[in-house]
């Protein structure tokens, strides 16, 4: 067997590229090879895809995997099936980053009054700022732990406010929330879902929330299920941008939240929840057809 051959029986599983090179032949060589056989269209056009694919990786920043690859191909004119975009990135050593596990930062150990739990699960809201969700995180760096606080709208995933900052203390989500409340200005009878943490269950927390005539809502003891949309959120954050860097300071760590969250978690990224529509398209959607 030549290397020509070596390499077509050896393309649906090594970059044509890595092969051709392992082997000291050009790929103009190869491709010119196979047009002589009669077999190159399909092999060019999975080139093609194949660097599409790269481009759209990189785009978002190694966060898709197959399924939401192929559906940014489709949305581009590409008719590609996602059993195709697998293969292709399989071949091109293309793979969404993996996350890691991370500690809990709930601090329920209080004698703070508890909210009762009126979101109960029940995650499927149809209209914008009427169920909010609320959760804390933390990002290492080198000058010591980060920790971020998010307010996301349950019916269209967007995050509402977040705050970012060297403590988890209670100003820490008092100041996504003031951001969420003064940017979103619900009306009355919000619902504020969160844990049992003291932040949430401090007076602070409380009154700004009864200023705004929102209503406060608490997971059940101990049941992360309750806010899971809110962690689902922190593990695409972290799977997508956060555990496969370091962060040498903690601004370096605030701009790649804000990266995530305003330059690509809001307004671009597909959410299987929605249809693969991003949080900003699924909200503009929503008052389209509510205007009609």
């Known amino acids: 067997m030549n290397s020509f051959a070596h390499i077509r029986a050896e393309a ?64 581009d004119g590409e008719h590609v099936g996602r059993r195709r975009v697998r293969r292709l990135m399989r071949e091109n050593s293309v793979y969404a980053v993996q996350p890691r596990r991370f500690r809990k930062t709930t601090d329920s150990e209080h004698d703070l009054g508890i909210a009762p739990n009126l979101l109960k699960q029940d995650f499927d809201v149809n ?16 000058e010591g732990w980060s920790y971020l606080a998010v307010v996301l709208d349950l019916c269209s995933r967007r995050v509402v406010g977040w705050a970012i900052d060297d403590h988890m203390k209670t100003d820490l989500p008092l100041k996504a929330l003031n951001r969420a409340l003064e940017s979103r200005q619900p009306t009355s009878g919000l619902i504020q879902h969160s844990d049992r943490g003291s932040q949430y269950a401090s007076h602070r927390y409380r009154k700004l929330l009864s200023d705004w005539e929102a209503i406060a809502s608490m997971s059940g003891t101990g049941n992360c299920y309750d806010n ?26 605030h701009d790649a939240v804000a990266n995530y969250i305003d330059g690509f978690y809001n307004p671009t990224r597909y959410h299987s929840t929605l249809g693969y529509l991003s949080p900003v398209r699924y909200e503009q959607e929503q008052r389209l057809a509510q205007a009609a």
Do not use: M
């Open 12 to 75: 649906a599983g090594h970059p044509v590229a890595r092969l051709c090179k392992l082997l000291s032949v050009s790929r103009s060589g190869y491709y010119g090879w196979l047009e002589r056989r009669g077999q190159l269209g399909g092999a060019r056009d999975d080139e093609r895809l194949s660097a599409r694919i790269r481009a759209a990786h990189r785009e978002c920043d190694g966060a898709y995997g197959s399924r939401r690859i192929a559906r940014r191909l489709k949305d």
């Open 127 to 142: 209209e914008l700022n009427r169920v909010w969700v609320s959760d804390i995180t933390y990002i290492w760096t080198a």
């Open 228 to 253: 899971a949309v809110a962690e689902s959120f922190f593990a695409s954050l972290k799977k997508e941008r956060i555990s496969h860097k370091a962060f040498a300071t903690r601004t370096e760590a």
